[in-house]
């Protein structure tokens, strides 16, 4: 569906953070933007996780603040 939209066949509707690279480069517009979904997600660990597995959550969490 994306690729139809960037190849001028038509639009397509679909989050932004599916598109923000194709935004990016021109390829596609959002010519009225994008509205909150009111989704969350959350990430959860033991405390006792071992080393890699929090810094895998530290850097998710990195990502996600944008």
């Known amino acids: 569906m994306l690729e139809a939209a960037s190849a001028g066949l038509g639009v397509a509707l679909a989050p932004e953070p599916h598109v923000a690279d194709d935004l990016a480069a021109g390829q596609l517009i959002a010519p009225f933007g994008f509205l909150p979904s009111g ?10 996780a071992q080393k890699k597995a929090r810094a895998f959550y530290n850097w998710i969490g990195r990502e996600a603040a944008g």
């Open 39 to 48: 989704l969350a997600y959350v990430a959860l660990r033991r405390e006792d």
